[in-house]
């Protein structure tokens, strides 16, 4: 049966775990699932700078540590390290086997960028904007599985893509192997809830979920990641690296089922509008979970699609305080900053950090020993957040005694924002290029 890893649940998910599951499993796939809604719309600014950058910033780690591996055991990973430039993504994967002296074959998946089929009339879904009322940047439909079939077809030992929509990197390997139509709705969705699963690596193994006397999980600092034995049916076996640290159980598997859910009834997706609403999940072993059960219709419409746009600059300042009067001398230089900055700085947020700045409420726990002052803003210009941290410095001389480790900066910052697109407006565009360091020559397909 149909084997598929875990590597990746987001950017900056840890190397050594995938690297395990690779070495202890026998895997078919292994899938690594690396773009956020902003990480996209920076790599898309990295690669206005630079047309060979604009990939996933830890792809040369990643591919670094999981090639000599693949050559040893040769299975295949599929990827959306490509961020907003998978072909120079893929040469760099091919850069580094040759180096390594290891025959790979990389198909490159393009097409989800649509910032010039965006039309600047669309509506916005988070709110009542329009597209023309933001600078935009970035625009990426998310695919589905069906751009990824194709590039499985090659045979290439890796697949590399921009915005695919998270589920569907795994579900497209199951398609390919098992022969699915892209129209049985019905297989398809339960091939999306073990996708959905999977997505984001360690959370179903017991990361995120363990919580100290309510749900506690072994060896956290070891934890291995996950991996499914797929039936034809897509009825899978949920498990994770041997020996390793975590757990795969009823509550790990349920928590991650309803990760990110607006309606288990109709979860959408581009390949499906899933329904995990009669999903039945079994304990067969220990860390071994059965998940059958899930269902679907027809798939959306359209395409949707994430825009990152120009937000201005995030102001930052932040300062100590200690001692017995510790959280009287922040209000104090709270009060100093409200009157030295309101006037100028809308929206100016000040944080008493361990009292008020998650919840932004005092819950009774107003008395501690030290406590951190952090004021923020998102600012039309650069001068303005700069002012922010400014004055934050200032407290040094200018505010209460005994502030210390006074920290400032300005940056520039991201929104995102998303919106539909016609589905024939992408697929026009979806390409699948094949490069190999043994023929050094690309084909289109």
Same mark, same amino acid.
């Given at each position: 049966m149909l084997k598929i890893g875990s590597g990746a649940g987001f950017s900056g998910d840890r190397l050594e775990p995938a690297v395990e599951l690779a070495q202890k499993v026998n895997l078919d796939y292994l899938v690594l699932e690396c773009l956020a809604e902003r990480t996209i719309a920076i790599a898309q600014k990295e690669k206005r700078k630079d047309k060979n950058k604009g990939y996933d $910033?830890? @792809?040369? %780690?990643?591919?670094?540590? @999981?090639?000599?591996? @693949?050559?040893?055991?040769?299975?295949?990973?599929? =990827?959306n390290m490509g961020a907003a430039n $998978? *072909?120079?993504?893929?040469?760099?994967?091919i850069h580094i086997a040759s180096e390594m002296n290891i025959s790979c074959k990389v198909a490159v998946v393009t097409g989800d960028d649509v910032i010039q089929e965006l039309d600047s009339e669309n509506e916005i879904l988070?709110? /009542?904007?329009?597209?023309? %009322?933001? &600078?935009?940047i970035s625009a990426n439909a998310y695919l589905g599985a069906k751009a990824l079939i194709p590039a499985l077809q090659t045979k290439a030992d890796i697949i590399i893509t921009g915005r695919v929509a998270d589920p569907s990197l795994f579900l497209a390997p199951m398609i390919d192997y098992y022969g699915w139509s892209l129209t049985d709705y019905e297989t398809i969705g339960q091939g999306t809830v073990i996708g959905h699963l999977l997505e984001c690596a360690g959370q179903i193994t017991g990361g995120y979920f363990a919580d100290i006397g309510e749900k506690e999980v072994d060896r956290l600092a070891d934890i291995g990641f996950p991996y499914a034995i797929i039936e034809r049916d897509g009825t899978a076996i949920i498990s994770k690296? $041997?020996?390793?640290?975590?757990?795969?159980?009823?509550? /790990?598997?349920?928590? &991650?089922?309803?990760? !990110?859910?607006?309606?288990?009834?109709?979860?959408? /997706?581009?390949?499906?509008?899933? %329904?995990?609403?009669?999903?039945?999940?079994?304990?067969?072993?220990?860390?071994?979970?059965?998940?059958? +059960?899930?269902?679907? /219709?027809?798939? $959306?419409? #359209?395409?949707?699609?994430?825009? +990152?746009? %120009?937000?201005?600059?995030?102001?930052?300042?932040?300062? #100590?305080?200690? +001692? #017995? =009067?510790?959280? &009287?001398?922040?209000? *104090?230089? !709270?009060?100093?900053l409200n009157n030295r900055l309101c006037k100028k700085i809308q929206d100016l947020r000040i944080d008493l950090i361990g009292i008020s700045s998650v919840h932004r409420t005092n819950l009774g726990n107003d008395q501690p020993y030290e406590v951190r002052l952090r004021a923020a803003a998102l600012c039309k210009d650069i001068k303005e957040a700069h002012s922010i941290g400014n004055e934050v410095e200032a407290l040094y001389t200018n505010g209460p005694y005994g502030g210390g480790g006074a920290r400032k900066r300005a940056t520039e910052c991201l929104g995102v924002v998303s919106t539909f697109i016609e589905r024939n407006l992408v697929d026009k565009k979806i390409q699948v290029e094949v490069i190999t360091n043994e023929q050094k020559a690309n084909q289109t397909i």
């Open positions: $910033p830890l @792809l040369v %780690d990643r591919i670094s540590a @999981l090639l000599p591996v @693949l050559d040893k055991k040769r299975f295949r990973i599929i =990827t $998978p *072909m120079a993504g893929a040469k760099k994967i988070e709110n /009542t904007n329009k597209v023309k %009322d933001y &600078q935009v690296t $041997p020996d390793s640290g975590g757990v795969v159980n009823l509550r /790990t598997v349920k928590e &991650q089922l309803l990760y !990110e859910v607006h309606d288990p009834s109709q979860y959408l /997706t581009p390949d499906v509008t899933a %329904d995990f609403s009669n999903v039945k999940l079994t304990q067969l072993a220990e860390n071994e979970v059965r998940v059958e +059960g899930g269902k679907g /219709t027809k798939k $959306p419409s #359209s395409y949707k699609v994430s825009i +990152g746009y %120009d937000a201005g600059y995030l102001g930052e300042g932040e300062i #100590s305080y200690a +001692g #017995s =009067t510790a959280v &009287q001398r922040a209000k *104090m230089a !709270e009060c100093i």
